[in-house]
């Protein structure tokens, strides 16, 4: 069983940045892949982006050039670098685990945070 624990969320303005974290806890060795989920009101969960344990990486094509996903294995911590934010980005913002070496989509992810609200102002 692996726990997770966001932090970093809060309230910017358009344009400025944010940076979250995770923190992985459990059955760490297990862990292959891991990625970060947004859900704004009234809309469904979408993936915003995945890596792999070897550092591959995958994004949403909405936050292409904006954001950056990276890991650091000894801390068990992935992290999302969220840069030029719009008011859009505004959503829960949920770490996940898979065990999947290259997962796809939501169903490849087992374990789930809380999740931290990303609140971005015009």
């Known amino acids: 069983q692996v726990q997770l624990v966001e932090s970093g969320g809060g309230l910017v303005q358009a344009g400025g940045s944010l940076r979250l974290s995770c923190v992985a806890s459990?059955?760490?060795?297990?862990?292959?892949?891991m990625g970060w989920f947004r859900q704004a009101i009234g809309k469904q969960r979408e993936l915003v982006a995945g890596i792999t344990s070897g550092g591959r990486t995958n994004y949403a094509e909405s936050v292409k050039g904006r954001f950056t996903i990276s890991r650091d294995n000894a801390k068990n911590t992935v992290y999302l670098q969220m840069d030029s934010l719009k008011p859009e980005d505004t959503a829960v913002y949920y770490c996940?685990?898979?065990?999947?070496?290259?997962?796809?989509?939501?169903?490849?992810?087992?374990?789930w945070g809380q999740g931290t609200q990303v609140t971005v102002s015009s």
């Open positions: 996940a685990t898979s065990m999947v070496l290259t997962p796809l989509a939501r169903y490849d992810y087992n374990s």
């Open positions: 459990g059955s760490i060795r297990r862990i292959n892949a």
